[in-house]
């Protein structure tokens, strides 16, 4: 069976098939439209990576259907420091995840729907299937000018994106997947997508802005269900199976055996920030003390998101030579989080010196450097 035989359990939406049958590319006759109960981040990437390492797709086609809490998802080769506002997303209670895919940053919550499309590789076609939204999204408003850029993109109007693209290609399968913006936060988007850090040299994948709109925005009857029911229409309407949409708990180990375990290893620290191309940081900033203005260098390199190398570059006179350089020799090896750079600046201090002027300085110092992570 197709998935362990264990998909016969899952609950079924009522989802009406009675389409026209258009051309669809794939010679697979049979299809199946998964969706997900979840909107924990981590739990549907697992089943993503679920579905690649464990399903047969040779005859059978996959469309899987999901949505996040707030979230931010950054691609495989990505950087977090350049592409999203990581100080916004803690204060906000925004999750960062990175997926197994490439390409470039994205913001998800309860207002974008996620896409997957699930082939064998030699069946792998992300035009076809951006051209399969575009009709579902037509049969909702016909009069609606949206088409497929060669980036793999969505444009409303020819200029507001209100899908993005990324995929990953296997030995034996592939999957393509992409974000609907249909009610998402259009406030907090921008935001969280713009990096605050100045100095972050990288050679990482960067993302390309664009302008996004909506698609409530253009018709109000466009909702996230209504989307994903038509979507899940125009997918169904080209399989002799006529699948309807089926209902997956990612918690369910009957069903997916070992998926906690994928879960687990996606929301780890080693993985959303370790996987980071190596990096540098070569940044200024300035301290106001009293009645002086310090100028500091700050230099660092970071492999796997460990500081690797640390320069710190200040006058003589501000902190004493040796606790400067109990910093940086400190710094080395550790995180480049501020959590960990804090506990390590403020353990550094009680054990090096207890002069009031020391300490006040000690402390600008590390609101700087913590405010660069």
């Known amino acids: 069976m197709l998935i362990r035989s264990n998909l016969r359990r899952v609950g079924l939406l009522s989802v ?48 899987f259907l999901w949505k996040n809490l707030p979230s931010v998802v950054i691609g495989r080769h990505q950087n977090p420091w350049k592409e999203c506002n990581l100080h916004l997303m803690r204060k906000e209670g925004i999750c960062l995840a990175r997926r197994r895919s490439g390409g470039g940053t994205v ?16 069946k792998y ?41 990324a995929a990953k290609l296997g030995r034996n399968v592939a999957y393509h997947h992409c974000t609907l913006l249909c009610s998402a936060d259009s ?31 253009v018709d109000s009857s466009m909702t996230c269900d209504v989307v994903m029911d038509a ?32 879960k687990r290893e996606l929301s780890t620290w080693e993985w959303i920030y370790g996987k980071t191309p190596k990096f540098g940081v070569a940044t200024f900033f300035k301290i106001a003390y009293k009645e002086s203005l310090l100028d500091v260098k700050l230099t660092m390199d970071i492999r796997n998101g460990y500081i690797e190398t640390c320069s710190i570059e200040l006058p003589e006179y501000w902190i004493p030579q040796d606790l400067s350089k109990e910093l940086q020799d400190g710094l080395l090896g550790s995180k480049f989080c501020p959590k960990e750079t804090t506990f390590l600046l403020s353990t550094l201090l009680r054990t090096c010196s207890q002069d009031e002027d020391v300490c006040a300085k000690w402390n600008l110092l590390s609101e700087k450097m913590v405010s660069i992570m």
């Open 16 to 63: 009406s098939c009675s389409r026209r049958i258009a051309k669809f590319g794939s010679s697979a006759k049979q299809g199946l439209i998964l969706q997900s109960s979840s909107n924990n981040v981590y739990e549907n990437l697992a089943v993503e990576d679920w579905i690649h390492d464990h399903m047969n797709l040779e005859k059978t086609n996959v469309l």
């Open 187 to 217: 406030s907090l988007l921008p935001c969280v997508l713009q990096s605050p850090y100045s100095g972050i040299v990288s050679n990482a994948t960067p993302s390309v802005p664009s302008p996004v709109r909506n698609l409530s925005q």
């Open 231 to 262: 979507v899940s229409l125009e997918y169904s309407a080209h399989y002799n199976n006529k699948p309807s949409v089926k209902l997956i708990d990612p918690k369910d180990e009957t069903s997916f055996f070992g998926i906690s375990q994928k």
């Open 107 to 122: 913001y998800h919550d309860l207002g974008n729907i996620n896409l997957t499309f699930f082939t064998a590789r030699n």
């Open 125 to 165: 076609d992300r035009m076809e299937n951006l051209n399969l939204v575009i009709r579902a999204l037509k049969s909702i408003e016909p009069h609606l000018n949206v088409q497929a850029t060669p980036r793999f993109d969505l444009l409303l109007d020819g200029k507001f994106k209100i899908s993005g693209t």
